[in-house]
């Protein structure tokens, strides 16, 4: 149980260009979804938290108009990063919490490895 | 500011030597510390929670103990498809009815035949 679903995989895009990555939390509901960017060697760093019929929680130096998060149904949150540079390559990581208890663990996604050139 | 600190930063075994990895943190208010697994291009596995001092937990050949500053991830036997990079994470009370999660950067184990 609790399989949290992320798609694609890689992706390779173009600078200037826009990438949506989906997250779907295949055999639970989700209030709450978090996303997280993982650079090589280094730990997972929450981007923003996404809220189901709400606007998402965005961590300090994340830019939100960067990076749009859509939470419109309780199984699925998108992430967009919009106008991508060669920075924003990395690996994102969507994760889900199964119970809605705050104690929870969270599940995580497979990832998406994102490469702009 | 709640820290999370993972050592060693890598660590290679023989198949069939037991080791431990550590995990300490300074947290106000632990609300419990997780420990997952991630192997390469991939998202992490969740292992075990540990909820307080004294606390274990057993998976396999994987036992995750917890202290009031640190927890350890004891491997016994190790085989090679243990490798993976192990990563734990606390999470803490961070007002306003939410709660905030931060993680280590990893353990990078490697079982060698």
């Known amino acids: 149980g609790a399989v949290v679903s992320q798609h694609p995989s890689w992706v390779i895009c173009k600078s200037g260009t826009s990438v949506k990555i989906e997250c779907r939390s295949l055999d639970f509901q989700a209030t709450t979804m978090f996303w997280y960017r993982q650079f090589p060697k280094q730990s997972l760093m929450l981007m923003a938290t996404?809220?189901?019929?709400?606007?998402?929680?965005?961590e300090q130096g994340v830019e939100k108009d960067k990076f749009l998060i859509n939470h419109a149904s309780l199984t699925l949150s998108t992430l967009t990063v919009t106008s991508a540079h060669p920075e924003d390559s990395s690996f994102y990581i969507c994760?889900?919490?199964?119970?809605?208890?705050?104690?929870?663990?969270?599940?995580f996604g497979n990832g998406t490895r994102l490469t702009v050139t | 500011e709640d820290q999370v600190t993972q050592s060693p930063e890598a660590l290679r075994l023989q198949e069939g030597e037991s080791s431990s990895l550590n995990c300490s943190y300074t947290v106000s208010g632990l609300r419990g510390l997780f420990w997952y697994r991630q192997d390469p291009g991939k998202g992490p596995e969740f292992l075990f929670t540990?909820?307080?001092a004294g606390e274990e937990k057993e998976k396999e050949r994987l036992k995750a103990t917890l202290t009031k500053k640190e927890s350890f991830l004891h491997i016994t036997a190790p085989k090679p498809e243990d490798s993976a990079t192990y990563l734990c994470?606390?999470?803490?009370?961070?007002?306003?009815?939410?709660?905030?999660?931060?993680f280590g950067k990893g353990t990078k184990l490697s079982v060698i035949p």
């Open positions: 996404s809220n189901e019929g709400s606007k998402a929680t965005y």
């Open positions: 994470a606390v999470q803490a009370y961070s007002g306003a009815g939410s709660y905030q999660l931060t």
């Open positions: 994760s889900a919490r199964a119970l809605d208890r705050q104690n929870s663990p969270l599940h």
């Open positions: 540990l909820y307080s």
